[in-house]
């Protein structure tokens, strides 16, 4: 690890011009690539107290080993000398997108004699119109079967071409109308590559015209009682229009527009293009990356038009982009943007209308794509080994965690305190074996006692099944007889708390680590690893250590860890919103001993009140399915019990003062709702 101060620049030493910079490691390789309007602006930057700079910044400054620099005269040269330089060194502390050479093509390959239509992937070649991206292949295979009858453009390859211009005869293709077959001279080259320009005037949503002069060739050819004319024309244009409709119109005014969407955490993103050509959707792709580095919601807009358009010219940049956040500066991005297409660009963020509803489309699926991929990391079998692995490493653990649980304390304002412990094996969640916990030795907030406390009761537990299975004899005394069943009931199930975990993992940092550690050391358990995992900087805390462990951005530990602090942050907030709306929800009813929910419903239901029901006989309470007569006893004593005082009595007029209680009545599912407490429950919502 290198001290930024062994290779930061000499007073003076950089110009304060703008320019591009790149870090080196110790081996010489560029580790980082940027830009700056001021360099020595920028570059002072990186040489504060690595106390202060965030954990991504100081991981990369302190990987590398030397800063080089190059001026350039505008913001745009910088911006295009910084995409030439990622692309060429592909530094690995720079956002990287991946999967965008996967999606597939329609491509014309107009740089032929004979241009031919395909499906192409992978880095673009020069004279080739490309139209999409698309979704799938066969998506592409669709619409080309559908415009060949219209279009009939050359699609096979240049061995079978130059096996039917040899032997004379055409393929399948030529003999059913589905090529023009130049192969055989049934049309001569330039009129084959007049065909490949009407398809690709269509396809780049020049739509109209086209069908316009079809339907009037169609009503000539009909005027002129040459039906079958007619109808060759008529399934023609039917096949057009059908080709069309697979691509939805989205935008009424036929705008050409490209729609970028973001949605990020703390360690990735992804980002979703939405390409629309002549109001209707032409093609979408989406990315994801590590951020690796510092990086807001503006940058990665800005990495993505790099992306995008830094080897595109002409038409393939369109004449507006609609963006969530605009780079700073913008003038630069949307400058470089219009010299590469020749013509003005406009780059903005869509505010309402149309536009801001299509924007709101595509990041739902940059939010679709963001889960997905962590859903396909998370079940990744080499992924999950190589995570717990590092975990291990940078814990100083003898092995691989296997079994980590994770605790959360959750509540609003000091109210319905409870806690969480969710459990992951091999990376995993175990549903089944998540516990939660009523916080009861204190009341009021205090998350570090609320700790000490589920650490306190999860793991003397733990030592009570112990002992009880005889699995641990303490001072040489004899087993309860129950040390055949091990850490499983009679019905095979696992006791609860019976496994005990390698780690266990706190929200919080060194207080709530101290907390749980402190539990642990007064219950004489020294061989479960504590650590804590801070939410504001992904800081991973150790009971003795005064620094936290700070993990790469990229690791697939810290990747881990942050997955198991999430879910017990879920699982403990559902909780308490749970506990939070059952009190709110509280009635006469919940005060009789063994009355569950389902029979509480089934009076309210049948009564339609608890007014009523109190004054039911204990025969007309039988009648409830499921209600014996011992438990309707139990109700009517229990409701007398809980009868309204009686009323008080206004002595100035002798008037009786009635105070109604909170009526407890079923909606609409037969659920029971007390009268008076949404508004109760509105107040105390945060």
Same mark, same amino acid.
Request: aromatic letters at 6%; a negative charge.
């Given at each position: 690890?290198?001290?930024?101060?062994?290779?930061?620049?000499?007073?003076?030493?950089?110009?304060?011009?703008?320019?591009?910079?790149?870090?080196?490691?110790?081996?010489?390789?560029?580790?980082?690539?940027?830009?700056?309007?001021?360099?020595?602006?920028?570059?002072?930057?990186?040489?504060?107290?690595?106390?202060?700079?965030?954990?991504?910044?100081?991981?990369?400054?302190?990987?590398?080993?030397?800063?080089?620099?190059?001026?350039?005269?505008?913001?745009?040269?910088?911006?295009?000398?910084?995409?030439?330089?990622?692309?060429?060194?592909?530094?690995?502390?720079?956002?990287?997108?991946?999967?965008?050479?996967?999606?597939?093509?329609?491509?014309?390959?107009?740089?032929?004699?004979?241009?031919?239509?395909?499906?192409?992937?992978?880095?673009?070649?020069?004279?080739?119109?490309?139209?999409?991206?698309?979704?799938?292949?066969?998506?592409?295979?669709?619409?080309?079967?559908?415009?060949?009858?219209?279009?009939?453009?050359?699609?096979?390859?240049?061995?079978?071409?130059?096996?039917?211009?040899?032997?004379?005869?055409?393929?399948?293709?030529?003999?059913?109308?589905?090529?023009?077959?130049?192969?055989?001279?049934?049309?001569?080259?330039?009129?084959?590559?007049?065909?490949?320009?009407?398809?690709?005037?269509?396809?780049?949503?020049?739509?109209?015209?086209?069908?316009?002069?079809?339907?009037?060739?169609?009503?000539?050819?009909?005027?002129?009682?040459?039906?079958?004319?007619?109808?060759?024309?008529?399934?023609?244009?039917?096949?057009?229009?059908?080709?069309?409709?697979?691509?939805?119109?989205?935008?009424?005014?036929?705008?050409?527009?490209?729609?970028?969407?973001?949605?990020?955490?703390?360690?990735?993103?992804?980002?979703?293009?939405?390409?629309?050509?002549?109001?209707?959707?032409?093609? %979408? +792709? /989406?990315?994801?990356?590590?951020?690796? *580095?510092? #990086?807001?919601?503006? $940058?990665?807009?800005?990495? !993505? =038009?790099?992306?995008?358009?830094?080897?595109?010219?002409?038409?393939?940049?369109?004449?507006?982009?609609?963006?969530?956040?605009?780079?700073?500066?913008?003038?630069?991005?949307?400058?470089?943007?219009?010299?590469?297409?020749?013509?003005?660009?406009?780059?903005?963020?869509? %505010? +309402? /209308?149309?536009?801001?509803?299509?924007? *709101?489309? #595509?990041?739902?699926? $940059?939010?679709?794509?963001? !889960? =997905?991929?962590?859903?396909?990391?998370?079940?990744?079998?080499?992924?999950?080994?190589?995570?717990?692995?590092?975990?291990?490493?940078?814990?100083?653990?003898?092995?691989?965690?296997?079994?980590?649980?994770?605790?959360?304390?959750?509540?609003?304002?000091?109210?319905?305190?409870?806690?969480?412990?969710?459990?992951?094996?091999?990376?995993?969640?175990?549903?089944?074996?998540?516990?939660?916990?009523?916080?009861?030795?204190?009341?009021?907030?205090?998350?570090?006692?609320?700790?000490?406390?589920?650490?306190?009761?999860?793991?003397?537990?733990?030592?009570?099944?112990?002992?009880?299975?005889?699995?641990?004899?303490?001072?040489?005394?004899?087993?309860?007889?129950?040390?055949?069943?091990?850490?499983?009931?009679?019905?095979?199930?696992?006791?609860?708390?019976?496994?005990?975990?390698?780690?266990?993992?706190?929200?919080?940092?060194?207080?709530?680590?101290?907390?749980?550690?402190?539990?642990?050391?007064?219950?004489?358990?020294?061989?479960?690893?504590?650590?804590?995992?801070?939410?504001?900087?992904?800081?991973?805390?150790?009971?003795?250590?005064?620094?936290?462990?700070?993990?790469?951005?990229?690791?697939?530990?810290?990747?881990?860890?942050?997955?198991?602090?999430?879910?017990?942050?879920?699982?403990?907030?559902?909780?308490?919103?749970?506990?939070?709306?059952?009190?709110?929800?509280?009635?006469?009813?919940?005060?009789?001993?063994?009355?569950?929910?389902?029979?509480?419903?089934?009076?309210?239901?049948?009564?339609?009140?608890?007014?009523?029901?109190?004054?039911?006989?204990?025969?007309?309470?039988?009648?409830?399915?499921?209600?014996?007569?011992?438990?309707?006893?139990?109700?009517?004593?229990?409701?007398?019990?809980?009868?309204?005082?009686?009323?008080?009595?206004?002595?100035?007029?002798?008037?009786?003062?009635?105070?109604?209680?909170?009526?407890?009545?079923?909606?609409?599912?037969?659920?029971?709702?007390?009268?008076?407490?949404?508004?109760?429950?509105?107040?105390?919502?945060?």
């Amino acid at each position: 690890m290198a001290d930024p101060s062994s290779y930061r620049p000499k007073p003076g030493e950089i110009p304060d011009s703008p320019g591009v910079y790149r870090f080196r490691d110790e081996h010489r390789r560029v580790i980082y690539v940027g830009k700056a309007k001021s360099l020595r602006q920028r570059l002072a930057n990186y040489f504060q107290d690595l106390a202060s700079l965030h954990p991504r910044t100081r991981t990369m400054v302190t990987t590398a080993a030397s800063v080089e620099w190059t001026i350039v005269s505008t913001e745009v040269e910088a911006l295009q000398l910084e995409y030439s330089w990622i692309k060429e060194y592909d530094p690995r502390f720079n956002v990287k997108y991946r999967d965008d050479k996967s999606y597939p093509y329609l491509a014309v390959t107009m740089n032929e004699d004979y241009p031919r239509v395909q499906v192409m992937r992978g880095h673009k070649k020069k004279g080739v119109r490309y139209f999409g991206p698309y979704g799938h292949a066969w998506a592409i295979r669709d619409t080309v079967d559908l415009l060949l009858r219209v279009f009939p453009v050359r699609t096979c390859s240049a061995g079978v071409f130059k096996n039917a211009a040899r032997t004379g005869r055409p393929c399948l293709l030529g003999y059913i109308g589905k090529c023009s077959a130049p192969c055989v001279d049934r049309v001569s080259a330039d009129d084959h590559r007049e065909l490949a320009e009407e398809f690709c005037d269509f396809m780049a949503g020049r739509t109209g015209t086209y069908l316009r002069r079809l339907e009037k060739r169609m009503t000539e050819a009909a005027e002129e009682m040459e039906y079958e004319r007619a109808a060759r024309l008529r399934d023609d244009i039917g096949a057009l229009k059908k080709a069309m409709e697979k691509s939805a119109v989205v935008l009424a005014d036929a705008t050409d527009a490209d729609l970028i969407a973001v949605a990020e955490d703390e360690l990735e993103a992804a980002v979703q293009i939405f390409h629309v050509r002549g109001g209707r959707v032409r093609g %979408q +792709r /989406g990315w994801v990356t590590d951020k690796v *580095e510092e #990086v807001t919601t503006a $940058a990665l807009v800005e990495h !993505a =038009l790099q992306q995008l358009y830094g080897e595109e010219t002409g038409d393939a940049v369109p004449k507006e982009v609609l963006v969530p956040a605009l780079p700073e500066p913008t003038e630069p991005v949307q400058e470089w943007l219009t010299g590469r297409r020749g013509s003005q660009v406009s780059l903005r963020i869509p %505010q +309402r /209308g149309d536009k801001r509803a299509l924007m *709101e489309t #595509v990041e739902r699926n $940059a939010q679709q794509a963001l !889960a =997905l991929h962590k859903t396909k990391r998370a079940s990744d079998l080499t992924t999950r080994s190589r995570a717990l692995e590092e975990i291990a490493d940078a814990l100083d653990l003898d092995s691989a965690p296997l079994r980590i649980e994770c605790y959360d304390i959750s509540h609003l304002q000091g109210d319905d305190v409870v806690a969480s412990m969710v459990v992951f094996e091999d990376g995993l969640q175990r549903k089944n074996e998540y516990r939660r916990f009523q916080i009861k030795g204190f009341a009021g907030q205090d998350d570090v006692r609320s700790m000490h406390e589920v650490i306190t009761r999860r793991f003397r537990r733990y030592l009570a099944e112990k002992e009880r299975t005889g699995e641990w004899v303490e001072d040489d005394a004899e087993p309860d007889g129950l040390g055949g069943t091990g850490l499983k009931d009679d019905d095979g199930r696992p006791k609860k708390f019976a496994y005990p975990p390698q780690l266990v993992v706190v929200d919080g940092g060194r207080p709530q680590v101290a907390a749980a550690r402190r539990a642990l050391d007064e219950l004489g358990i020294d061989d479960i690893a504590v650590c804590g995992l801070a939410k504001r900087l992904e800081e991973v805390w150790l009971p003795d250590d005064d620094d936290p462990v700070v993990l790469p951005r990229t690791s697939e530990g810290l990747y881990l860890l942050q997955r198991v602090r999430d879910e017990a942050h879920r699982f403990a907030i559902t909780y308490q919103r749970t506990k939070r709306a059952k009190r709110f929800r509280a009635g006469p009813l919940d005060d009789v001993p063994g009355l569950g929910e389902t029979r509480k419903q089934a009076l309210i239901k049948h009564f339609g009140s608890v007014k009523k029901l109190r004054s039911a006989t204990i025969e007309q309470i039988q009648e409830v399915p499921g209600i014996g007569r011992k438990t309707a006893e139990t109700i009517a004593a229990t409701l007398a019990r809980l009868a309204p005082a009686v009323p008080a009595v206004n002595t100035a007029t002798g008037e009786i003062i009635e105070e109604e209680e909170p009526e407890t009545t079923a909606d609409s599912s037969g659920e029971p709702v007390t009268a008076g407490v949404p508004d109760e429950r509105r107040r105390q919502e945060p």
